[in-house]
């Protein structure tokens, strides 16, 4: 918030894009996910007046998983193929590792199981492409999630599945056990927790 602070003072447009999306990232981490849709979006705004379409980008991609996790699966979706695009001719297998993996979760959330699949499959490549910069294990685990999502008919789904906690686990890739759920300050904001009423809970990423 310092380095964002300063570069609004210094009218530094550029560095101001990178903070904003810098603390829109650890807002996504926290699950602050209101926050880090604001901030991603303010972000992609400025790297778009400054030609930057890496940095568009990857801003659009930090939007897309904060729109899927705020349940706004078309925006998701939207802003994660708009990244995608902006990044094809120009980024790094490592970066377009990562949009097309954002790209896989806003299509797997909007429940395009093939879509997703293939998306997913993208950045798996381009991870295994990137010599060892990047990983393939997040779009790996996303996998599994397609595939075992799309075994369930969409009326059988629970509707007390909490997205903001799934993305939460797959995201720090750390188990959660939980005998106050509610309560407790290390789980993100879920309605559907608070709505049910839901005490304990536990959640694996596989």
């Known amino acids: 918030l310092a380095a964002l602070a300063d570069a609004e003072q210094r009218q530094d447009v550029h560095r101001q894009a990178k903070a904003l999306l ?26 778009r007046t400054l030609g930057d379409t890496v940095g568009e980008s990857g801003a659009l991609s930090t939007l897309a998983h904060a ?23 120009v980024a790094t297998a490592s970066h377009k590792a990562m949009l097309y993996n954002y790209l896989g979760v806003a299509y797997l959330w909007s429940r395009d199981f093939a879509k997703a699949d293939q998306a997913l499959a ?3 490549d381009w991870a295994e492409a990137s010599d060892g910069l990047v990983s393939a294990f997040q779009p790996r685990i ?30 720090q890739k750390k188990a959660v056990l939980s005998q106050d759920a509610g309560n407790d300050k290390n789980l993100p904001t879920s309605a559907s927790i608070a709505d049910l009423k839901i005490r304990s ?6």
């Open 122 to 124: 993208s950045a798996i």
């Open 67 to 89: 729109s899927t996790c705020l349940g706004r699966n078309e925006e998701a979706v939207e802003s994660a193929l708009i990244s995608v695009h902006l990044a094809e001719p």
């Open 142 to 171: 996303n996998q599994v999630l397609v595939e075992a999502l799309g075994a369930v008919p969409e009326d059988e789904i629970p509707s007390s599945i909490s997205r903001s906690l799934v993305n939460h686990v797959l995201g």
């Open 201 to 206: 809970v536990m959640c694996v990423p596989l």
């Open 22 to 47: 810098l603390v829109a990232h650890l807002d996504r981490l926290a699950s602050r996910f209101r926050a880090a849709h604001g901030r991603a979006k303010q972000a992609a705004r400025l790297f």
